[in-house]
């Protein structure tokens, strides 16, 4: 096992079944885990398959970078496998907590033709139907961007398409509930969405993104949990809670990071 993978390494571990690994504890337990031989490679499998996971681990080329490297797109496709919505986003920050890396705090959207036109001949190709989330990370090896996976569902951050003027929980109401033809929609606007308070977003993002994203937060800043029409004393504890838990993961974690 890890002796005859068609790329060197190191190499990017993690579990297939991301609804069974989370509730499994264990000592050094990463959601995802960055190789560099067989033997650790070895080492780690057994130490996840003893602590009782029952299912496939995947094993990745690894591809180096930053944020700045990382981007993800959310789409829905009809009943008929027709792409109708996607919102493409560039990652500015991701969790540091290592038991959550992969997990993103700040998007901003972006407008990617040449990216668009691939998920879309892929998706399409396939006759995909339904919603999907699609991480992607370009390779400054050879130029190229590379889709690392494509997640059945949309994904956890999301709500960045919301930033960008487009709801994709419409569709899924328009075509499943009303029955209406689904009207193509794809982001271009550059809006800035947040998961934790934007000053420790900005701090902690690439420096070569923190331009950009002070260009793109001018057009606002979007934030999960911030919900003006419930601003109740319980709500506001509640997000303050959070947001500082965050900013202390930031500054707890902020050199354990799988992309270095």
Excluded at 17 to 25: A, K, V
Excluded at 40 to 50: F, K, N, S, V
Excluded at 58 to 68: C, K, L, M, P, R
Excluded at 238 to 254: A, F, G, K, M, P
């Amino acid at each position: 096992f890890g002796t005859d993978l068609p790329f060197e390494f190191p190499v990017i571990l993690k579990p297939a079944d991301t609804d069974s690994y989370p509730r499994i504890p264990f000592e050094g337990k990463q959601k995802v885990y960055l190789v560099h031989e067989a033997a650790e490679l070895r080492a780690i499998a057994q130490r996840i398959y003893a602590a009782g996971y029952a299912d496939d681990l995947i094993v990745q080329e690894y591809i180096h970078g930053d944020e700045t490297v990382m981007r993800v797109a959310n789409t829905y496709s009809d009943r008929q496998g027709r792409l109708r919505f996607l919102s493409i986003g560039q990652v500015a920050l991701t969790e540091r907590d290592p038991r959550f890396a992969g997990n993103n705090n700040a998007i901003f959207t972006i407008d990617d033709e040449q990216l668009a036109g691939s998920i879309r001949q892929l998706l399409d190709g396939v006759g995909y139907v339904g919603p999907a989330n699609v991480d992607v990370m370009y390779d400054r090896r050879d130029g190229t961007s590379k889709i690392l996976e494509v997640n059945l569902r949309q994904g956890a951050s999301s709500f960045y398409t919301m930033a960008a003027g487009a709801n994709l929980t419409r569709c899924y109401v328009d075509e499943l509930v009303y029955g209406r033809e689904i009207e193509p929609v794809t982001t271009t606007a550059e809006r800035l969405w947040v998961n934790l308070p934007y000053p420790v977003a900005l701090a902690f993002t690439p420096k070569a993104l923190r331009r950009r994203v002070r260009s793109v937060a001018r057009a606002g800043v979007w934030h999960t949990l911030y919900y003006r029409p419930d601003r109740s004393l319980a709500r506001i504890l509640e997000v303050v809670r959070i947001d500082l838990r965050h900013t202390l993961d930031c500054v707890r974690y902020s050199g354990a990071r799988l992309n270095r």
